[in-house]
């Protein structure tokens, strides 16, 4: 599984040790303080020296900036999964929270959970736990069902007549995996994958399904 940890720099050693952990048991690993494989690797160094006379507009005017941010979405956009280590900031939370709604696996991990601080929004989470065995063992998991699915992807051709019409199938962009139906879309005499009537066009591959008949 390729798996983005988010974290704070201030956890750079454990999240280098995370990642050799994880690495260890067969994963593909994106580190952002871990120059290894070749990543840009951001530093603070690389601030402009007034940085007190900026805010978060205005920093968005230099490169290094902005190369970061591409950085991470690169790689985020790559991983299967992301692993927010805690305790982390703004950057990381918001890094979870994209890859949560590109439909990837998130975990949280904390080597200790303090009494009296929790976010009740980190029940989006796939996993949380203080167990880093329980991550390697969630992951492992994930990826052994990814290896025994049967599901017989087709790359999607929104020219093709060939796909039966008001018939669920499953369908996905690599990210996200969801029930729709290809149907005509009325007055254009085009066809689209449509859900309760509502177009959607991120569709990339397809697969039929036979959905046992509802009670």
């Known amino acids: 599984m ?3 940890l988010a974290s704070s720099w201030k956890n ?4 280098k040790g995370v990642k050799n952990l994880l690495e260890a048991d067969g994963n593909e690993v994106d580190a952002f303080c871990d120059t290894s494989a070749g990543r840009f690797v951001f530093s603070f160094d690389q601030l402009p020296a007034n940085l007190s006379e900026h805010n978060a507009i205005t920093i968005f ?14 790689w985020l956009d790559w991983a299967d999964a992301t692993l927010l280590i805690l305790p982390a900031g703004k950057s990381a939370h918001l890094e979870a929270g994209y890859a949560k709604g590109q439909g990837k696996h998130l975990v949280i ?3 200790d959970f303090p009494n009296g601080e929790f976010d009740v929004m980190y029940g989006f989470a796939d996993l949380i736990t203080d167990d880093i065995n329980e991550v390697i063992e969630y992951f492992g998991q994930q990826e052994d069902a990814t290896r025994k699915s049967v599901i017989e992807w087709k790359k999607y051709d929104p020219t093709s007549r060939e796909i039966e019409s008001h018939t669920n199938h499953l369908v996905t962009n690599g990210h996200r995996t969801l029930i729709a139906q290809h149907a005509s879309v009325p007055g254009t005499g085009k066809y689209s994958w449509m859900i309760n009537n509502s177009l959607i066009d991120w569709v990339t591959h397809y697969a039929k399904i036979n959905l046992p008949e509802q009670a």
């Open 2 to 4: 390729k798996i983005y």
């Open 12 to 15: 750079a050693e454990l999240v």
């Open 61 to 74: 005017n230099f490169p290094p900036v902005n190369r970061a941010f591409q950085e991470d979405k690169k």
């Open 109 to 111: 991990y904390q080597e």
